[in-house]
């Protein structure tokens, strides 16, 4: 082809292009308007901007259900090999944005609003975040299913529809207070119920032993209590793919038969109490992140939601007439840490009981069938039950659970012969003191793979929290390093940014990031490094203003924004991060002329309601902030906002604002982490300890763009060992000694110094996560962090070297992995249906 057909080639191809999309684009005019009119039922001049919302989330909807169609008529047709994601949390977010970016159809949508006089941003604000999850754990199940679908993988997300999320956080004279949160309010567009699959969960009762009609000794439980679960499904559309996988969310609901024995006994409001006690299964999320409660009806949500999931799958088999002795070929079940790990003693209930299989086919295809990821290296998150709790709610499983243990501890006993303190410590059975039933050995057991989220976390594992597991079975563990979607935390979140590096890269980046490699090379030109700077100014300026119009304090776009969002924990050490502050304070108050690059210091996190420790800590931070922001001595230098709920919404907003990235927990105790990964792709540096997945992040952009500091990992060992007396520290360092008596003589709580005692007690006496320990090498990493900020342009090269090699954290990799080393499983690309074909 001669270069100027190829050139009219060229153009007849645009021409089509620019066609097609003004056709899109009237014809998503048409459907919002149709939406409002007949869905809201509106018109123009009476509609809220709530009801635009909902009538763009409608004609989005709409452009979904045929891939959604497709994409199950694909795998129901190929009988295709599924992951079933089990996970007690989905922090999926705002769906709207994130289904126009995936259609591709951002930009036309964006058009079609403004030229009705609205904003499309200000309509994806009026969505209410489903914030079924605490943190990292949930967030991390929500970029899964994202990669899963852009990776075309089939898959399904299996979880619980609560009805209140994560509670909403306000201030109230700097103290936490929590509201419910009431996302269903205005309705769900989203999700579409399916009350044709419901399916019926046994709680309580006892069992019995009866001989069938071959003269077999089987088990019958027999329940005391039934509860319906519902499904509830969402599309979950993949990046410019027709693959449309489910979320399905599971709500529990009285069956209508149960109530009558009692209302026709007269008892209505007996009646009325049980469908209130029934539908109490999936009201609210616990909101513990890394802390165990050992509540009754954690574990009653556990086993509702993981039995609804296990007979759905069977169900699916049944209609793909697959036999059940191939539920491990057709079925990869991944256990989101242990809270479904109750479903290895249902699958072998359901196997065994109800399917009639021998107890080995059984827990063979139990065993193939299963893995598990741990999520904490923290002792108290381990879950357990107590065997009286156990009984009470599930007396089967806890006899399976002893046949599991017999069998299992029968081989460990011919492995380690007489080695009573290892065969003790293996047990599902905790026998020390009162008895509990250990989840993550349950999990062990019945898994065929073992993993941990980043490469210090299972090397922990393996030696110390899993370590009789892997002495065992060493072959089932591995480590799949934790990744986030790009999609979400950069396309979407930092739209300025995503048009820079498409305008240097092209797109391919969206879905392959290691191809922002690729701006490596641009770092010695001035006008990239600029622009980049640009759009990093921009980000910081509207984050500015937000915080302004939210908390009533000006914030400076060019001073350095130093961040830390995540759960308030004390592990975490959000209180370092005000030492430091406060130290910063100290200099300025015995030199108010100092010099002093001005920073800006922005905290977000939830504390769990009954952690009083960690609520102190946001205490701590917002009184810090009354007095420093307002001191006229700081003369504006020093800024502290503490940005009230924080969530998959307001992450959005911040981390494409972030100049620096606090990830700065005790060594050896933070799994992974997955919010210093948002942050890297978007270009912030980060300040942080060798743990978890920093560890990781130094390794890709080198040490020499990354701020270390802190213990390592064997020196904290080392020093508990030796006997850790945090008082040494305090004496030996006297920038240390001035932050901690300013704090505990009241000076930050109106002369109480009653207030931070508790807080201050602990650091002194026990300091069980080495702050004192780490704080001079913290401030003077800090002190080096605001010497390279002075040099703009060596920070901007910086920032660009992080983001260009943020490509190893793409969710699209982690995904990949646990695919191919997992779960053996393939993608299965789907071929659109046509109208005529869905109707046929
Ligand atoms: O899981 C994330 C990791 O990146 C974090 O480092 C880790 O802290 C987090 C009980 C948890 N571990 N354990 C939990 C959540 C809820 C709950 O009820 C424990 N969350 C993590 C993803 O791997």
Same mark, same amino acid.
């Given at each position: 082809?001669?270069?100027?057909?190829?050139?009219?080639?060229?153009?007849?191809?645009?021409?089509?292009?620019?066609?097609?999309?003004?056709?899109?684009?009237?014809?998503?005019?048409?459907?919002?308007?149709?939406?409002?009119?007949?869905?809201?039922?509106?018109?123009?001049?009476?509609?809220?901007?709530?009801?635009?919302?909902?009538?763009?989330?409608?004609?989005?909807?709409?452009?979904?259900?045929?891939?959604?169609?497709?994409?199950?008529?694909?795998?129901?047709?190929?009988?295709?090999?599924?992951?079933?994601?089990?996970?007690?949390?989905?922090?999926?977010?705002?769906?709207?944005?994130?289904?126009?970016?995936?259609?591709?159809?951002?930009?036309?949508?964006?058009?079609?609003?403004?030229?009705?006089?609205?904003?499309?941003?200000?309509?994806?604000?009026?969505?209410?975040?489903?914030?079924?999850?605490?943190?990292?754990?949930?967030?991390?199940?929500?970029?899964?299913?994202?990669?899963?679908?852009?990776?075309?993988?089939?898959?399904?997300?299996?979880?619980?529809?609560?009805?209140?999320?994560?509670?909403?956080?306000?201030?109230?004279?700097?103290?936490?207070?929590?509201?419910?949160?009431?996302?269903?309010?205005?309705?769900?567009?989203?999700?579409?119920?399916?009350?044709?699959?419901?399916?019926?969960?046994?709680?309580?009762?006892?069992?019995?032993?009866?001989?069938?009609?071959?003269?077999?000794?089987?088990?019958?439980?027999?329940?005391?209590?039934?509860?319906?679960?519902?499904?509830?499904?969402?599309?979950?559309?993949?990046?410019?793919?027709?693959?449309?996988?489910?979320?399905?969310?599971?709500?529990?609901?009285?069956?209508?038969?149960?109530?009558?024995?009692?209302?026709?006994?007269?008892?209505?409001?007996?009646?009325?109490?049980?469908?209130?006690?029934?539908?109490?299964?999936?009201?609210?999320?616990?909101?513990?992140?890394?802390?165990?409660?050992?509540?009754?009806?954690?574990?009653?949500?556990?086993?509702?939601?993981?039995?609804?999931?296990?007979?759905?799958?069977?169900?699916?088999?049944?209609?793909?007439?697959?036999?059940?002795?191939?539920?491990?070929?057709?079925?990869?079940?991944?256990?989101?840490?242990?809270?479904?790990?109750?479903?290895?003693?249902?699958?072998?209930?359901?196997?065994?009981?109800?399917?009639?299989?021998?107890?080995?086919?059984?827990?063979?295809?139990?065993?193939?069938?299963?893995?598990?990821?741990?999520?904490?290296?923290?002792?108290?998150?381990?879950?357990?039950?107590?065997?009286?709790?156990?009984?009470?709610?599930?007396?089967?499983?806890?006899?399976?659970?002893?046949?599991?243990?017999?069998?299992?501890?029968?081989?460990?006993?011919?492995?380690?012969?007489?080695?009573?303190?290892?065969?003790?410590?293996?047990?599902?059975?905790?026998?020390?003191?009162?008895?509990?039933?250990?989840?993550?050995?349950?999990?062990?057991?019945?898994?065929?793979?073992?993993?941990?989220?980043?490469?210090?976390?299972?090397?922990?594992?393996?030696?110390?929290?899993?370590?009789?597991?892997?002495?065992?079975?060493?072959?089932?563990?591995?480590?799949?390093?934790?990744?986030?979607?790009?999609?979400?935390?950069?396309?979407?979140?930092?739209?300025?940014?995503? &048009?820079?590096?498409?305008?240097?890269?092209?797109?391919?980046?969206?879905?392959?990031?290691?191809?922002?490699?690729?701006?490596?090379?641009?770092?010695?030109?001035?006008?990239?490094?600029?622009?980049?700077?640009?759009?990093?100014?921009?980000?910081?300026?509207?984050?500015?203003?937000?915080?302004?119009?939210?908390?009533?304090?000006?914030?400076?776009?060019?001073?350095?924004?130093?961040?830390?969002?995540?759960?308030?924990?004390?592990?975490?050490?959000?209180?370092?991060?005000?030492?430091?502050?406060?130290?910063?304070?100290?200099?300025?108050?015995?030199?108010?002329?100092?010099?002093?690059?001005?920073?800006?210091?922005?905290?977000?996190?939830?504390?769990?309601?009954?952690?009083?420790?960690?609520?102190?800590?946001?205490?701590?931070?917002?009184?810090?902030?009354?007095?420093?922001?307002?001191?006229?001595?700081?003369?504006?230098?020093?800024?502290?906002?503490?940005?009230?709920?924080?969530?998959?919404?307001?992450?959005?907003?911040?981390?494409?604002?972030?100049?620096?990235?606090?990830?700065?927990?005790?060594?050896?105790?933070?799994?992974?982490?997955?919010?210093?990964?948002?942050?890297?792709?978007?270009?912030?540096?980060?300040?942080?300890?060798?743990?978890?997945?920093?560890?990781?992040?130094?390794?890709?952009?080198?040490?020499?763009?990354?701020?270390?500091?802190?213990?390592?990992?064997?020196?904290?060992?080392?020093?508990?060992?030796?006997?850790?007396?945090?008082?040494?520290?305090?004496?030996?360092?006297?920038?240390?000694?001035?932050?901690?008596?300013?704090?505990?003589?009241?000076?930050?709580?109106?002369?109480?110094?009653?207030?931070?005692?508790?807080?201050?007690?602990?650091?002194?006496?026990?300091?069980?996560?080495?702050?004192?320990?780490?704080?001079?090498?913290?401030?003077?990493?800090?002190?080096?962090?605001?010497?390279?900020?002075?040099?703009?342009?060596?920070?901007?090269?910086?920032?660009?070297?992080?983001?260009?090699?943020?490509?190893?954290?793409?969710?699209?990799?982690?995904?990949?992995?646990?695919? &191919?080393?997992?779960?053996?499983?393939?993608?299965?690309?789907?071929?659109?249906?046509?109208?005529?074909?869905?109707?046929?």
């Amino acid at each position: 082809m001669d270069s100027s057909s190829a050139g009219q080639e060229d153009d007849r191809e645009r021409r089509g292009i620019s066609e097609r999309a003004s056709l899109d684009k009237r014809a998503l005019r048409r459907s919002f308007l149709d939406n409002l009119l007949y869905v809201q039922g509106k018109f123009p001049r009476l509609a809220t901007k709530n009801d635009y919302y909902l009538a763009l989330a409608h004609t989005v909807r709409d452009r979904l259900m045929q891939r959604w169609i497709s994409t199950a008529a694909a795998y129901t047709t190929q009988c295709s090999r599924t992951v079933c994601y089990l996970s007690a949390e989905f922090l999926m977010g705002p769906h709207l944005g994130n289904n126009l970016i995936n259609l591709g159809i951002y930009d036309v949508a964006a058009e079609v609003v403004g030229e009705l006089g609205l904003d499309l941003e200000d309509l994806l604000y009026q969505e209410e975040e489903p914030g079924l999850g605490n943190g990292g754990l949930g967030r991390l199940a929500a970029c899964f299913i994202d990669s899963l679908a852009t990776l075309e993988v089939p898959a399904l997300g299996y979880g619980i529809r609560y009805e209140y999320g994560i509670f909403h956080q306000t201030l109230s004279d700097g103290w936490q207070v929590e509201k419910t949160d009431k996302w269903l309010r205005f309705g769900n567009p989203w999700e579409l119920a399916r009350p044709e699959w419901a399916v019926e969960i046994k709680f309580g009762g006892h069992t019995e032993q009866y001989t069938d009609e071959h003269q077999r000794l089987r088990v019958r439980w027999v329940a005391a209590r039934i509860v319906n679960g519902v499904p509830y499904d969402t599309p979950i559309l993949g990046y410019h793919v027709n693959t449309a996988n489910t979320l399905r969310l599971w709500k529990a609901e009285a069956p209508e038969s149960f109530d009558f024995g009692q209302f026709n006994r007269g008892d209505y409001a007996g009646a009325v109490t049980q469908k209130i006690v029934s539908e109490n299964l999936s009201k609210v999320l616990y909101p513990n992140d890394e802390q165990e409660a050992g509540k009754e009806l954690r574990l009653q949500q556990q086993f509702f939601f993981v039995s609804c999931s296990l007979q759905d799958m069977l169900r699916i088999l049944q209609i793909q007439r697959i036999p059940v002795e191939k539920f491990h070929e057709k079925f990869a079940v991944q256990l989101n840490d242990t809270h479904p790990s109750i479903g290895v003693a249902e699958l072998m209930r359901l196997l065994v009981d109800e399917q009639l299989l021998a107890w080995d086919t059984a827990w063979d295809i139990t065993c193939k069938s299963f893995g598990y990821t741990n999520h904490t290296l923290m002792p108290e998150a381990l879950e357990r039950w107590s065997l009286p709790l156990f009984q009470r709610v599930l007396p089967r499983h806890l006899e399976i659970i002893y046949e599991i243990n017999a069998r299992f501890l029968d081989q460990v006993r011919i492995r380690f012969f007489g080695d009573e303190a290892r065969i003790a410590r293996l047990s599902l059975i905790e026998e020390q003191g009162p008895r509990y039933v250990r989840m993550a050995n349950l999990a062990c057991v019945g898994s065929h793979a073992i993993n941990g989220v980043a490469d210090l976390h299972t090397e922990l594992l393996k030696q110390d929290v899993l370590k009789d597991f892997y002495e065992l079975c060493p072959e089932k563990f591995s480590n799949k390093t934790n990744g986030v979607t790009p999609r979400r935390w950069i396309v979407l979140a930092n739209p300025r940014l995503t &048009s820079l590096i498409t305008e240097t890269l092209g797109d391919g980046w969206i879905r392959d990031l290691d191809l922002l490699r690729g701006l490596e090379s641009h770092i010695d030109d001035a006008a990239f490094v600029q622009r980049w700077q640009a759009v990093k100014r921009a980000n910081k300026a509207d984050l500015a203003t937000h915080i302004e119009r939210r908390l009533q304090i000006s914030i400076d776009p060019d001073s350095l924004f130093d961040v830390q969002v995540k759960r308030i924990h004390e592990y975490k050490r959000q209180h370092l991060a005000a030492l430091h502050i406060v130290a910063l304070y100290c200099r300025i108050k015995a030199n108010p002329n100092i010099e002093m690059v001005p920073r800006t210091f922005i905290f977000g996190g939830k504390a769990a309601p009954g952690y009083h420790m960690a609520k102190l800590m946001i205490k701590l931070i917002t009184a810090i902030g009354d007095v420093v922001n307002f001191d006229p001595d700081v003369r504006g230098r020093l800024k502290v906002a503490f940005l009230p709920n924080f969530s998959v919404t307001n992450g959005q907003r911040i981390y494409p604002a972030a100049d620096l990235s606090e990830q700065i927990s005790t060594a050896g105790k933070e799994a992974s982490g997955t919010g210093n990964m948002k942050f890297q792709m978007n270009g912030a540096l980060t300040i942080g300890t060798m743990d978890g997945a920093n560890i990781e992040i130094m390794e890709e952009v080198g040490k020499e763009n990354f701020f270390q500091f802190g213990l390592l990992t064997p020196e904290v060992y080392a020093w508990q060992a030796r006997g850790y007396r945090p008082q040494e520290c305090y004496e030996r360092s006297p920038a240390l000694r001035e932050v901690i008596d300013l704090i505990g003589s009241g000076y930050f709580a109106r002369g109480d110094s009653s207030v931070f005692k508790p807080l201050i007690d602990v650091l002194l006496r026990y300091d069980p996560y080495f702050l004192l320990a780490d704080f001079d090498s913290y401030v003077a990493c800090q002190d080096e962090v605001s010497a390279v900020y002075k040099d703009k342009h060596r920070w901007a090269r910086m920032a660009i070297l992080n983001s260009a090699r943020s490509g190893k954290f793409s969710s699209d990799r982690t995904i990949r992995q646990y695919c &191919s080393e997992i779960w053996n499983v393939d993608k299965v690309p789907v071929r659109l249906l046509s109208q005529e074909d869905v109707e046929a």
